[in-house]
Protein backbone atom coordinates (compact mmCIF):
# COMPACT_ATOMS: atom_id res chain seq x y z
CA UNK A 1 0.00 0.00 0.00
CA UNK A 2 1.33 3.49 -0.95
CA UNK A 3 1.19 6.14 1.74
CA UNK A 4 -0.23 9.24 0.38
CA UNK A 5 0.61 11.56 3.29
CA UNK A 6 -2.11 12.85 3.73
CA UNK A 7 -4.68 12.66 7.10
CA UNK A 8 -7.78 13.29 7.73
CA UNK A 9 -10.37 13.45 10.64
CA UNK A 10 -13.56 11.36 10.97
CA UNK A 11 -16.33 13.53 11.57
CA UNK A 12 -19.01 12.84 14.29
CA UNK A 13 -21.49 11.16 12.12
CA UNK A 14 -18.50 8.74 10.63
CA UNK A 15 -17.67 10.51 7.48
CA UNK A 16 -13.86 11.58 5.89
CA UNK A 17 -13.12 13.48 3.05
CA UNK A 18 -11.06 11.87 0.20
CA UNK A 19 -8.87 14.81 -1.26
CA UNK A 20 -9.81 15.91 -4.31
CA UNK A 21 -6.64 15.35 -6.04
CA UNK A 22 -6.86 11.47 -5.18
CA UNK A 23 -10.29 11.32 -6.28
CA UNK A 24 -8.88 13.01 -9.61
CA UNK A 25 -5.75 10.77 -10.36
CA UNK A 26 -8.58 7.64 -9.30
CA UNK A 27 -11.14 8.87 -12.11
CA UNK A 28 -13.54 9.30 -8.47
CA UNK A 29 -16.64 11.56 -9.52
CA UNK A 30 -19.12 13.44 -7.58
CA UNK A 31 -22.37 11.04 -6.59
CA UNK A 32 -20.11 7.75 -7.23
CA UNK A 33 -20.20 4.58 -5.62
CA UNK A 34 -17.30 2.93 -3.30
CA UNK A 35 -17.14 -0.38 -2.18
CA UNK A 36 -15.71 -0.66 1.47
CA UNK A 37 -13.65 -3.91 2.59
CA UNK A 38 -11.75 -4.77 5.61
CA UNK A 39 -8.50 -6.58 5.75
CA UNK A 40 -6.83 -7.03 8.79
CA UNK A 41 -6.55 -3.41 9.94
CA UNK A 42 -6.74 -1.62 6.71
CA UNK A 43 -10.16 -0.24 5.36
CA UNK A 44 -9.83 -0.62 1.66
CA UNK A 45 -12.19 1.51 -0.74
CA UNK A 46 -12.64 0.69 -4.20
CA UNK A 47 -14.87 1.75 -7.40
CA UNK A 48 -17.80 0.04 -7.11
CA UNK A 49 -19.14 -0.56 -10.73
CA UNK A 50 -22.69 -2.80 -10.81
CA UNK A 51 -22.10 -3.95 -14.23
CA UNK A 52 -18.75 -5.45 -13.25
CA UNK A 53 -21.34 -8.45 -11.28
CA UNK A 54 -22.89 -8.80 -14.46
CA UNK A 55 -19.99 -8.96 -16.88
CA UNK A 56 -20.57 -12.67 -17.92
CA UNK A 57 -24.27 -12.01 -19.34
CA UNK A 58 -22.86 -8.67 -21.03
CA UNK A 59 -20.25 -10.74 -22.67
CA UNK A 60 -22.64 -13.58 -23.77
CA UNK A 61 -25.21 -10.94 -25.15
CA UNK A 62 -22.45 -9.09 -27.10
CA UNK A 63 -20.85 -12.11 -28.31
CA UNK A 64 -24.80 -13.16 -30.09
CA UNK A 65 -25.11 -9.69 -31.72
CA UNK A 66 -21.61 -9.99 -32.67
CA UNK A 67 -22.09 -13.43 -33.86
CA UNK A 68 -25.51 -12.23 -35.59
CA UNK A 69 -24.96 -8.82 -37.04
CA UNK A 70 -22.23 -7.41 -39.00
CA UNK A 71 -21.45 -5.41 -36.25
CA UNK A 72 -18.99 -5.02 -33.52
CA UNK A 73 -20.22 -4.18 -30.21
CA UNK A 74 -18.19 -2.70 -27.16
CA UNK A 75 -20.12 -2.23 -23.91
CA UNK A 76 -18.48 -0.44 -21.05
CA UNK A 77 -19.58 0.51 -17.11
CA UNK A 78 -18.81 3.85 -16.28
CA UNK A 79 -14.93 3.83 -16.75
CA UNK A 80 -13.87 0.64 -18.32
CA UNK A 81 -14.60 -1.85 -21.41
CA UNK A 82 -16.38 -4.50 -20.44
CA UNK A 83 -16.79 -5.96 -23.42
CA UNK A 84 -15.68 -5.53 -26.91
CA UNK A 85 -15.89 -7.21 -30.62
CA UNK A 86 -13.13 -4.73 -31.56
CA UNK A 87 -10.04 -6.50 -31.30
CA UNK A 88 -7.91 -3.57 -30.03
CA UNK A 89 -10.06 -2.61 -27.67
CA UNK A 90 -10.04 -4.91 -25.02
CA UNK A 91 -11.62 -5.53 -21.61
CA UNK A 92 -10.42 -3.47 -18.99
CA UNK A 93 -8.92 -0.71 -20.79
CA UNK A 94 -10.22 2.94 -19.78
CA UNK A 95 -12.68 4.44 -22.03
CA UNK A 96 -11.82 8.41 -22.88
CA UNK A 97 -13.48 11.26 -21.77
CA UNK A 98 -16.00 11.78 -24.63
CA UNK A 99 -17.82 8.18 -23.98
CA UNK A 100 -17.87 9.32 -19.95
CA UNK A 101 -19.71 12.83 -20.86
CA UNK A 102 -22.25 10.48 -22.74
CA UNK A 103 -22.49 8.38 -20.02
CA UNK A 104 -22.75 11.55 -17.47
CA UNK A 105 -25.51 12.98 -20.11
CA UNK A 106 -27.20 10.14 -20.56
CA UNK A 107 -26.80 11.24 -24.08
CA UNK A 108 -27.60 8.83 -27.23
CA UNK A 109 -25.65 9.15 -30.01
CA UNK A 110 -25.77 8.27 -34.20
CA UNK A 111 -22.69 9.56 -36.36
CA UNK A 112 -23.44 9.39 -40.08
CA UNK A 113 -20.08 10.67 -40.63
CA UNK A 114 -16.65 9.15 -39.54
CA UNK A 115 -15.62 9.78 -35.71
CA UNK A 116 -13.21 8.70 -33.43
CA UNK A 117 -13.26 7.25 -29.99
CA UNK A 118 -10.34 6.77 -27.66
CA UNK A 119 -9.66 4.01 -25.31
CA UNK A 120 -6.84 4.48 -23.37
CA UNK A 121 -4.42 5.08 -25.98
CA UNK A 122 -5.99 2.99 -28.49
CA UNK A 123 -8.05 5.44 -30.75
CA UNK A 124 -10.96 3.68 -33.06
CA UNK A 125 -12.41 5.62 -36.18
CA UNK A 126 -15.64 4.77 -37.82
CA UNK A 127 -19.63 4.98 -37.95
CA UNK A 128 -21.02 4.09 -34.52
CA UNK A 129 -24.41 4.20 -32.40
CA UNK A 130 -23.93 4.71 -28.63
CA UNK A 131 -26.81 4.42 -26.47
CA UNK A 132 -26.43 4.84 -22.22
CA UNK A 133 -27.88 1.87 -19.89
CA UNK A 134 -30.05 3.46 -18.14
CA UNK A 135 -31.23 1.67 -15.29
CA UNK A 136 -33.77 2.84 -12.66
CA UNK A 137 -31.13 4.19 -10.58
CA UNK A 138 -28.05 5.20 -12.46
CA UNK A 139 -26.69 5.50 -15.94
CA UNK A 140 -24.22 2.49 -15.85
CA UNK A 141 -22.52 2.00 -18.87
CA UNK A 142 -22.71 2.64 -22.81
CA UNK A 143 -23.15 0.23 -25.64
CA UNK A 144 -21.64 1.32 -28.55
CA UNK A 145 -22.11 -0.47 -32.08
CA UNK A 146 -19.13 0.04 -34.81
CA UNK A 147 -18.74 -0.35 -38.08
CA UNK A 148 -15.55 0.78 -39.84
CA UNK A 149 -16.55 1.17 -43.31
CA UNK A 150 -20.40 2.53 -43.35
CA UNK A 151 -22.71 3.81 -41.47
CA UNK A 152 -24.71 2.10 -39.61
CA UNK A 153 -28.52 2.76 -40.30
CA UNK A 154 -30.85 4.45 -37.48
CA UNK A 155 -32.90 1.65 -37.07
CA UNK A 156 -30.60 -0.58 -35.64
CA UNK A 157 -31.54 1.82 -32.41
CA UNK A 158 -33.75 -1.02 -31.47
CA UNK A 159 -31.16 -3.68 -31.53
CA UNK A 160 -29.33 -1.25 -28.67
CA UNK A 161 -32.32 -0.78 -27.00
CA UNK A 162 -33.18 -4.45 -26.72
CA UNK A 163 -29.55 -5.12 -25.62
CA UNK A 164 -29.88 -2.54 -22.93
CA UNK A 165 -33.04 -3.52 -21.57
CA UNK A 166 -32.18 -7.37 -21.33
CA UNK A 167 -28.67 -5.73 -19.50
CA UNK A 168 -31.08 -3.31 -17.35
CA UNK A 169 -33.61 -6.04 -16.34
CA UNK A 170 -30.89 -8.77 -15.49
CA UNK A 171 -29.69 -5.88 -12.96
CA UNK A 172 -32.27 -4.21 -11.27
CA UNK A 173 -34.12 -7.80 -10.47
CA UNK A 174 -30.95 -8.75 -8.69
Known amino acids: MKSTGVIRKIDELGRIVLPKEIRRNLGIRDGENLEIFVENDHILLKKYSKMQDYSEIVKNLANIVDNTYNFKIIITDRDKVLYSGV ?36 SLTGYFLILPIISSIDCLGLI ?19 LSNIIISKIDIA
Open 87 to 122: KSIVAGQDIGEKLIKYIHNRESVSKSSLETYTFKEE
Open 144 to 162: LLYQEESSIPEYQFDLLKL
